[in-house]
């Protein structure tokens, strides 16, 4: 009987409810030793008050089960992070709740798929503009400075001797133009990962950071063969953490580890720096285009505060067969 019950729908459930608090309601009214008087004595209407009571007690109790299923699929859908694919309604209860149930996780699989696909192109969008522009500044403002140099040389041995300072100056800030033109090239579009593969533009990208900040990076890098979209998304995201740490965290030591952890491949970037504020999660920029390119590669994103300080940034990499 009970079995039965919970797979009946909804409407036929809160109606059978209602009429059960309606027959019992009749029964009081024929069976019990009960009158009521005009006007209404006090004590009948206590008697009245005890009895509606009574009844919307047994209501409740009717009513709490059967509608219990679906608070718990209005629960979930409100929790339910955009930026954190996966996330599914139970299916329980009677076949409307269930079946609601299911069309919302169909509804969220098919939003998740828009969406990485939107995400794909957006971003194979920004990865060619990005490497125009780094081929740009490379090609044509690089050479730029190169001939200034050439020049600066040429005019060296012309140049009066009490000129030599100033041109050692103006050579200097033509060097200076020339590698921060190389660096901006390589933040851009870091040929190191085309040419020589993720461990070793992890390597690079690591001891750019040292030298940026005099602040010795510790790594451990398994070589692990990826496709060429999930390679761009682990170093993107080891750039965004490892700037974060630059510009944010006041760190003394920073970890960077890509190895195997079972099935899984995992990226962390750890600092002992200040951690992150409350909220920050949600509110940054960059935190959030890590999320973004996780997703596009149905890889899972935890930015979080360690325990004696610090902020570690953990990507994990969806396990693939034969891996």
């Known amino acids: ?52 009571a009574a009844l919307a007690g047994l209501g409740l109790m009717l009513l709490r089960p059967a509608l219990r299923p679906l608070q718990t699929v209005t629960q979930t859908m409100r929790r339910i992070d955009p930026l954190a694919p996966g996330q599914r309604v139970p299916v329980v209860g009677e076949p409307s709740i269930a079946a609601l149930a299911q069309a919302f996780n169909e509804m969220l699989q098919r939003l998740e798929d828009e969406r990485r696909e939107s995400a794909r192109r957006a971003l194979a969008v920004q990865e060619d503009e990005r490497k125009r522009v780094a081929r740009e500044l490379h090609d044509e403002v690089g050479q730029v400075f190169t001939a200034i140099m050439l020049q600066l040389e040429h005019l060296a041995a012309s140049i009066p001797p009490e000129l030599r300072g100033e041109l050692e100056e103006l050579r200097e800030t033509a060097r200076i133009g020339a590698t921060d033109v190389r660096r901006i090239a390589a933040r851009l579009r870091p040929q190191v990962l085309d040419d020589l593969g993720l461990d070793s533009a992890l390597t690079a990208l690591a001891s750019a950071h040292a030298d940026q900040t005099g602040v010795i990076v510790d790594r451990t890098l398994e070589s692990i063969a990826l496709d060429a979209e999930q390679e761009l998304v682990v170093y993107r995201v080891a750039q965004e953490a490892l700037t974060n740490v630059a510009r944010h965290a006041g760190a003394s030591a920073v970890t960077l580890t890509f190895r195997r952890e079972g099935r899984s491949v995992v990226l962390r970037v750890r600092d002992d720096g ?8 949600r509110s940054s920029n960059g935190i959030r285009g890590m999320r973004e390119r996780a997703l596009l590669i149905g890889a899972a994103l935890i930015v979080r505060n360690v325990e004696g300080g610090g902020t570690e940034v953990s990507l994990r990499l969806p396990p693939v067969e034969g891996r």
């Open 274 to 281: 200040r951690g992150l504020p409350p909220g920050a999660t």
């Open 1 to 52: 009987m009970l079995s039965r019950l919970g797979t009946m729908p909804l409407f036929w459930r809160i109606f059978l409810t209602q009429f059960a608090v309606l027959v019992v309601a009749f029964l009081l009214l024929v069976f019990a030793p009960v009158t009521v008087s005009i006007p209404v004595a006090a004590t009948e209407l206590v008697v009245l008050l005890c009895g509606m």
